[in-house]
């Protein structure tokens, strides 16, 4: 079995948008939960519509955060 070098990695396509949300969402979510919440963009995307452009995962994903953020401050 050949190991993987980090040059014959792909790039992170969902970088960008990771780094984006992580800094607007820093003050009210956790980095994990920004994660959990791309890849589940991420999939959800790929189920309705084939693919996953990393404009709409990070759409979705900011509104996954958004109604988090809402339910959190309801309940506090």
Known sequence: ???IS???QEPDPYEHVSAALR???S????????TRCIQAAHYGAL???GQA???L???????H??????????RG
């Open 65 to 74: 955060l958004e109604v988090l953020a809402l339910v959190a401050s309801e």
């Open 57 to 63: 995962v990070e759409r979705i994903a900011r509104k």
């Open 23 to 25: 800094d607007e969402f």
């Open 6 to 8: 980090m040059t014959d």
């Open 53 to 55: 452009h990393p404009g």
């Open 47 to 49: 189920e309705v519509t």
């Open 27 to 34: 003050e009210v979510h956790p980095a994990t939960t920004v």
């Open 1 to 3: 079995m050949s190991e």
